[in-house]
């Protein structure tokens, strides 16, 4: 499926919003948009929910038809064991994280051990763990991982952009990581010059206008014929008001959305 996920909202969910959107009020709004699936994504107003807070917001979820999907930094025992309860009780099926989280910078080996530590709970409650490709962990090192841990509930999360800043080639890391993809976060970039031509700055552009070939990567991930989902993010810089920029962030959410679903007809 395709579909938004808190950084959808990066700007209306922010603090800086003069109306903050809420958890339920992103579900509300991906619903209205036709959108079947919402990912709540390094949200931290989701960890200091009570259980009955988060049955409250799986319960909007499926009276508005929206499944979903759950996502967190770090891989921790204590850290995941507490998000496989949170999806549990969400009904979430996917947890997306990151091999680091701050100061915890797990070896290669301990990250081995974290993850077959807690996956045997995964599996028993049907959820998969999906590991993002970022710059903070070349993604020859997360295949590494996951092949190592070698785990049905283990995968990929798929985000091309995150791994430029590590000088990885885009089409390199889809290529590599495709067999183990289980999610994907969909977002175009492009450079663009610093005043006075010094340095460039890698930014957010709307779908099909940046360097991000989404063509090729469906075509190598096949995420509709393999049930992978795609999340809509954006890397939307603050403009020169926070309004002006939740409106610009609706509409590349609008256009990507568009964009995802004339490529899927």
Known sequence: MIGFGTYTFFWEGSELAPERLSVIGMIERTA???VELFQICDDARIESMSDDELRQIAEVARERGVTLELGTKG???AHLERFLHIAT???AKLLRSMVTSGDDRP???DAVDR???VLPAFEAAGVTIALETYEQLSSQELVDLVTVVDHPNLGICLDPANTVARLEHPSDVIERTAPYVRNIHVKD???TRRGGWVGFTLEGAPLGTGLLDYPALTA???P???GVNQIIEHWLPLGDSITETIELERTWTAHNLQYLREGRS
């Open 89 to 91: 009780v969400l009904g």
């Open 220 to 222: 190598v991930v096949r």
């Open 115 to 117: 993850l077959r530590a």
């Open 189 to 191: 970039f492009a450079f």
């Open 224 to 226: 509709d014929e393999r």
């Open 75 to 77: 891989i921790a025992v």
């Open 107 to 109: 070896s290669h080996a």
């Open 32 to 34: 209205e948009a036709g």
